[in-house]
């Protein structure tokens, strides 16, 4: 049994938010190493600049950044907005994860929630400033997704506890939702490439999608396809009208904005599949089931 306190809403809350913001602090050391092949792990925090290393009291999550905004003291670096983003991202996610997990028996769910949240956080971090997925998100995601569903069914909807057979059926989601997802958007993939004589996805897109399919099903894959899509044109069809009637088309780092510039897609992904897996499931989910009804109704008739 829990404490009497563990029970109270606030406190989980404020529990959330603080593993949050430190979890948040971590992704960013990863989020900054892993795409150069550095550890995450050796040297310990250390300036992104000068390579000091940063004491504990300069090292407090969200706090540090607001209250130096966001100089780093040893050498006056400019520590990047996206530090405090991502720490201030994780400690939100974690304190509404913390809030819906109101027992003891959901705890599996919420280690499946923490993981995949996170997981999703450093791709849109990542492919937002390199261009790149490494596989060690996508691939490696998927594989522990997998032993998510097979360890903790309730993750695809079954029971919290679950026979063998709930376990088997779970993992069986998790594996058609990982083939599903990544083949759709494979093939959206290469007609686009072949519409436009050039490549329209790059496959650490479609390898972020099995990631997705495995924690959401097949229909959250879908759901992230198309609304990644929609998304993504709501944000950058905006962007490239105005660099296209602008003068000034490029930015402060001289990148460009207009038609035909290459863009992650990965970001609008990941945005779309946190939306999904935290709010929009179980209406995503029922609206499939009445079309899967319909047609097979309207079969049976026919």
Request: with cysteine; net charge neutral; charged share 15%.
């Amino acid at each position: 049994m829990l404490p009497d306190i563990f029970m109270d809403p606030v406190f989980r809350i404020g529990i959330g938010f603080v593993l949050g913001a430190v979890g948040g602090s971590f992704l960013n050391v990863c989020i900054t190493r892993i795409p150069l092949g550095r550890s995450v792990i050796s040297p310990p925090s250390s300036c992104p600049n000068c390579q000091r290393p940063i004491s504990w009291s300069r090292n407090i999550p969200i706090l540090t950044w607001l209250s130096t905004s966001g100089d780093a003291t040893c050498c006056k670096y400019k520590i990047p907005l996206r530090y405090f983003i991502i720490e201030l991202s994780a400690a939100l996610l974690f304190a509404f994860l913390f809030y819906r997990c109101s027992s003891v028996d959901e705890w599996g769910l919420l280690l499946c929630s923490i993981f995949f949240t996170s997981t999703i956080l450093a791709v849109i971090a990542i492919d937002f400033e390199t261009m790149m997925i490494p596989d060690r998100f996508s691939m490696g995601g998927a594989l522990v997704g997998l032993s998510f569903s097979f360890f903790f069914p309730v993750l695809h909807g079954f029971s919290l506890e679950p026979v063998l057979a709930e376990r088997t059926a779970a993992l069986f989601t998790g594996v058609t939702g990982l083939l599903i997802s990544s083949s759709l958007l494979y093939w959206v993939g290469a007609l686009g490439e072949r519409l436009m004589n050039k490549e329209a996805l790059g496959q650490g897109d479609v390898k972020l999608l099995g990631l997705v399919g495995v924690f959401c099903g097949w229909e959250g894959g879908l759901f992230v396809i198309f609304g990644g899509a929609l998304l993504g044109t709501a944000l950058l069809l905006p962007i490239m009208l105005w660099g296209s009637l602008s003068k000034k088309k490029t930015d402060q780092d001289g990148n460009e904005f207009g038609w035909g510039v290459e863009v992650p897609f990965g970001p609008f992904l990941g945005a779309a599949s946190l939306l999904y897996f935290l709010g929009f499931r179980k209406a995503v989910d029922t609206w499939f089931e009445e079309i899967i009804t319909n047609f097979i109704h309207f079969f049976s008739i026919v």
